[in-house]
């Protein structure tokens, strides 16, 4: 009956769950697949996203292939320091303050005797390329990056941001499905109670005046590409469908919880259900403590043991959801309902809810399903819905005219943060939905958008070409709204909105192609002129390090090592044979010697020119973008001198350095003296300790990538060991051997359960609020922590002086504390910033986490095109796939490059 541990172990491997960032989007960055293409800036359009939105860890894959500087599809862009933004009123808090203006968005309109360029006309396509394409670009139930690509291209957002000034670095909200979104709560306060929203603590519906209600006025000259028209009806049914209970889909999740959460829409979603489960954690603090507590536990069998489709004697299905003390036997049966049994005649499989329960709550395997572990979803609590039969009309998405609706959120969120999650719409064409549609396994399904024929756009372009594997292409789309016919009938756009004071030819490619391909084959088509970018590897940066073409970026992802660090764990690996005395892990100051070991700066060389990192977020994290596009939060004097205490460097009058900027800018993070004193003392204190010989080598498997192992992770992981050898040099340790792994699932998920006591892996996104990226690290009902191996962060708690009190909390409660309606939501930017810095310094100084590296983008540029400015932003890039330009046409680039000699271009 008992399963194979490997069961076990596989589940661990596959377990990727896709947590509901709400308005977070902060990400993991295993890079190379799954990735977005074509450089088209309109992906993801905002770091925020939840109405209409994205809430994506991406699985992992975020990085372009084919190197173009739109990485990561524009996730971090917003908009600040525009006379135009808000027209000028005041902004509320996130609290929901109340304000004395209306808070507003209007689209700029271009005026009729405004002066255009002369327009480019002709054949312009952009050639580039994936390893993979998606599957599913469904708006209501795409998972992957490269599903999410593809529906870019055929969809326009409410809003969007695009550059202002590039010499001073503006930028500004601009109207694409929405001409206007107006914040109206002070004037719809009724709303707030009709549709029973969450309000501030102590606040009553007549105190709250914005950050509630949202009107939208539509673009009346929206149309889908068949010609039908879209107006409030289009969207009304489509917010109908995303929460249809009979559904499930996937990306409801978008709207039924988070900071830009529909009034009504949980309630909705659920409404068929009698209850529903939730996470053990979202009660108590471990799986004992509910069984204390008298609640009952219920297994998800379908995922622990594969019992879908199961029976029991009785013929009855076996249900996904058994209490733990069910001991019901299921049993595994053939197409006509006959119980398998193998050719001695035993059952092939049979299984009850409580044997199953038994066996992997046992000592061995309880860990792996504790609270905040990876696998803490096989198990959950059922609660009563006390809202059966909730209808629509208790949703609060409300028509107001043939081109209007208000959108009623059910927490306060600032009007900028909206705005950001305004970058996406949950459309989808009702004819071809309703076309797809059919029941599976007691769900409604659709086939829409998962194939050129049930796909169909509204956005600049529309698909042409889908061959799986292979290729898909893109044409110019001539019903959407930004085109105008010249007289030969060729499709010409012009921006709304002035750029360094001029209106611009836009969206000048004609055609986009992207072909399924590896990077070797990429570089020399490439070079053939046949792409449009190509990413260097590291190895191969030198030859390009002069050239005019190429493009250098920081990301907002750090790349580190983080480590499991559970003894027990640790010497199962060691006794297994695939570490020797990774048991090293466990101490502390071993890990912060081999933190002080790494020298950060020869580091990079082995990579695409990333930059040495000491913390967990970078220089491109913001804390006021909205109202002060120099607000870094790196540069803050609180988060400087968090990194100045955790390296302890000096500064003042009479020391080396006499300014807090000069110390924090003198660190490095590389102090071999120190990491050798650190390494001898970890090894008096292991073998003390009775769980190191003083002499023996260590050997440790690192959870490197997700993807096969190139030369530049071999490099680095090479020149890791070779600086912690120098650090045990005289310890009393042995020497130690890293060995990098590939081809991993989720590295990050197997690190967490122990099945590697070291991952290597980056988070990013969320460049905009900086105050909630502790959470990754923290709030394990939102996230898969990395470093669940080494703590729980649901108990252990922090007392940290805040405005002159001392308040303790654990570090999940921390970690939430200025999100949404947490203590510290309605907090100025100081004592936010003071907050942040000080858990940023705490956790890094359990060295957990050791920062390596800011990974950067390289790209080189065809010759072919040309970005709109060479001066990167945060916000729009180099000005981004809309404005991009071109040095050739179709036809002269093919000239151009059949010039040169061998038909091969020279980037060097």
């Known amino acids: 009956m008992k399963r194979l541990i490997a069961v076990l172990l596989a589940l661990v491997m596959v377990f990727a769950a896709v947590a509901t960032l709400a308005a977070c989007d902060n990400k993991k960055n295993d890079g190379k697949e799954e990735t977005t293409v074509g450089g088209d800036d309109t992906t993801n359009k905002g770091e925020d996203t939840t109405v209409g939105g994205d809430d994506t860890t991406n699985k992992g894959e975020d990085t372009t292939v084919g190197g173009d500087d739109t990485t990561n599809k524009g996730e971090d862009t917003t908009v600040g320091g525009d006379e135009t933004t808000n027209k000028g009123e005041e ?36 050639n580039s390329y994936a390893i993979s394409l998606g599957s599913n670009w469904n708006p209501h139930a795409w998972e992957t990056n490269g599903d999410q690509s593809i529906l870019s291209y055929l969809t326009s957002p409410f809003v969007t941001m695009e550059a202002l000034d590039t010499e001073e670095g503006l930028y500004q909200w601009v109207g694409e499905m929405a001409t206007a979104i107006k914040d109206v709560t002070a004037q719809k306060q009724d709303l707030l109670t009709k549709y ?21 006025t539509l673009n009346p000259n929206a149309k889908w590409e068949d010609g039908t028209i879209i ?12 929460l249809n209970p009979k559904m499930k889909n996937y990306r409801a999740n978008l709207y039924i919880s988070g900071e830009s959460a529909i009034a009504g829409g949980f309630d909705y979603y659920y409404s068929l259900d009698e209850g529903f489960y939730v996470g053990v954690g979202t009660k108590y603090e471990s799986n004992q403590a509910a069984v204390d507590a008298g609640e009952t536990i219920y297994v998800d069998i379908y995922e622990l043991w594969g019992t879908k489709g199961y029976k029991n004697e009785a013929g009855e299905n076996c249900p996904q959801w058994l209490p733990m003390n069910d001991d019901t036997v299921y049993f595994a049966v053939d197409a006509e309902g006959n119980k398998l049994l193998d050719e001695d005649g035993n059952p092939v499989d049979e299984i009850s809810a409580k044997d199953a329960y038994e066996y992997y709550l046992s000592v061995d395997y309880g860990p792996y399903f504790e609270v905040g572990k990876d696998l803490a979803y096989c198990l959950a609590l059922y609660t009563a819905n006390d809202n059966v039969g909730a209808s629509w009309d208790g949703v609060g998405l409300i028509k107001t005219g043939d081109y209007s609706f208000i959108y009623v959120c059910d927490t306060a969120i600032d009007f900028n943060y909206f705005l950001t999650s305004c970058t996406d719409t949950w459309l989808v064409h009702e004819a071809l939905y309703e076309a797809g549609k059919k029941e599976v396994g007691g769900l409604i399904v659709t086939d829409y958008m998962t194939s ?11 698909m042409t070409v889908f061959e799986d594997a292979k290729q898909v292409v893109y044409v110019q789309n001539e019903n959407w709204y930004g085109f105008e016919k010249t007289a030969d009938g060729k499709l010409v756009s012009y921006t ?48 390009y390090k002069l050239s005019s073409r190429l493009q250098v970026v920081d990301e907002t992802y750090t790349m580190s090592f983080f480590f499991h660090t559970n003894l027990d764990n640790l010497k199962a690996l060691d006794k297994s044979g695939k570490n020797q005395n990774s048991v090293v892990l466990s101490n502390y100051n071993f890990r912060k010697a081999m933190s002080l070991a790494i020298d950060r700066a020869d580091f990079v060389t082995a990579t695409q020119a990333w930059t040495p990192a000491f913390s967990l977020m970078n220089h491109l994290y913001h804390y006021d973008i909205y109202n ?3 607000s870094s939060y790196r540069k803050s004097d609180e988060a400087m001198q968090a990194i100045v205490n955790l390296y302890g460097v000096e ?8 300014t807090l900027e000069e110390a924090h800018d003198s660190i490095t993070g590389y102090n071999l003296t120190e990491a050798k004193a650190l390494m ?5 204190e292991l073998v003390e300790a009775g769980l190191y010989t003083a002499g023996q080598n260590i050997k440790i498997q690192i959870g490197w990538a997700k993807g096969s192992l190139t030369e530049d992770d071999t490099k680095q992981c090479e020149l890791v060991q070779k600086y912690l050898n120098a650090a045990l040099e005289g310890s009393g340790f042995g020497t130690i051997t890293l060995e990098p792994l590939g081809n991993i699932i989720d590295r990050y998920g197997d690190t967490a359960a122990g099945l590697y006591a070291i991952g290597y892996g980056a988070w990013g996104g969320a460049a905009f609020y900086p105050f909630r990226n502790l959470q990754v690290y923290t709030d394990p009902s939102q996230y898969d922590i990395n470093e669940a191996g080494c703590w729980d962060p649901t108990t252990e708690k922090l007392t940290l002086t805040v405005e002159g009190k001392e308040v303790t909390m654990t570090w999940q409660e921390w970690g939430n504390c200025m999100i949404g309606t947490g203590v510290y939501a309605n907090a100025d930017n100081k004592v936010k910033l003071a907050i942040t810095a000080r858990l940023e310094e705490k956790f890094l100084a359990k060295f957990y986490r050791i920062p390596l590296a800011i990974t950067t983008v390289c790209s080189l540029s065809s010759y072919k095109i040309e970005d709109y400015t060479d001066q990167y932003n945060i916000m729009y890039g180099f000005g981004g796939f809309r404005i991009m330009d071109y040095n050739y046409n179709d036809a002269d680039w093919a000239a151009y490059v059949a010039s040169q000699p061998n038909g091969e271009l020279n980037y060097k």
Do not use: H, W
């Not at 929203?197 to 509630?212: F, H, I, N, R």
């Open 91 to 126: 902004t509320t808090t996130q609290g929901g303050e109340d304000v004395e203006e209306k808070i507003e968005f209007i689209a700029p309109a271009r005026p009729s005797d405004a002066v255009l360029p002369t327009a480019k006309v002709g054949d312009y396509t952009y």
């Open 680 to 684: 001898k003392a970890a090894c008096e």
């Open 496 to 543: 709304q909105f002035t750029v360094d004071g001029k209106y611009l030819q836009q969206y000048i490619t004609t055609k986009i192609v992207i072909d399924v391909m590896t990077e070797e084959v990429a570089k020399q088509k490439f070079l053939k002129g046949e792409l449009m970018s190509y990413s260097p590897t590291a190895a191969e940066l030198n030859d």
């Open 231 to 242: 107006n409030a009806d289009s969207y009304i049914y489509s917010m109908q469908q995303l």
């Open 628 to 630: 002060d596009p120099a």
């Open 196 to 216: 029973n929203v969450t309000l501030p603590e102590g606040k009553t519906a007549e105190e709250v005046k914005s950050g509630y209600v949202f009107e939208f």
């Open 452 to 462: 050129l024929a049930t796909s169909i756009s509204y956005g600049t372009y529309k």
């Open 651 to 658: 500064y003042g009058e009479g020391k080396l350095y006499e």
